[in-house]
């Protein structure tokens, strides 16, 4: 699955980003059995999941964003979004998209988009 993301950008403490994250050349039936996701990386930081969704919509969410964002997708426009409020200079990081087949477990990775909260 290949996955395109876009959105990222630079915001004030506070502020809300929508990030989007296409898979263009998946065809629907195969979007459908990804379970979707996006993941960051701070610097010097390891990866850490941020949230999840899978094919019927259930949601899994990392402590550290509860409350403050949200993640949905379009299963017939085969996209994935992530939309963040209340951001903090802690959330600064690079964003990837990620697709967990449950077919056969590959994970596919977008390139990632950087998100920069200024305090």
């Known amino acids: 699955v290949q996955l395109v993301e876009s959105g990222g950008g630079l915001v004030q403490a506070g502020g809300s980003l929508r990030l989007s994250c296409a898979a263009p050349?998946?065809?629907?039936?195969?979007?459908?059995?990804?379970?979707m996701g996006w993941f960051r990386q701070a610097p010097g930081k390891e990866r850490e999941l941020v949230a999840t969704?899978?094919?019927?919509?259930?949601?899994n969410y990392a402590e550290s964003v509860k409350g403050r964002f949200s993640i949905s997708r379009d299963n017939a426009k085969k996209k994935v979004y992530l939309q963040m409020n209340s951001l903090r200079p802690e959330d600064t990081a690079v964003y990837y998209c990620?697709?967990?087949?449950?077919?056969?477990?590959?994970?596919?990775w977008g390139l990632g988009t950087l998100v920069t909260v200024s305090s």
């Open positions: 990620n697709a967990h087949s449950v077919y056969d477990g590959r994970d596919s």
């Open positions: 050349r998946t065809i629907t039936s195969v979007f459908n059995l990804n379970t």
């Open positions: 969704i899978s094919s019927r919509g259930a949601t």
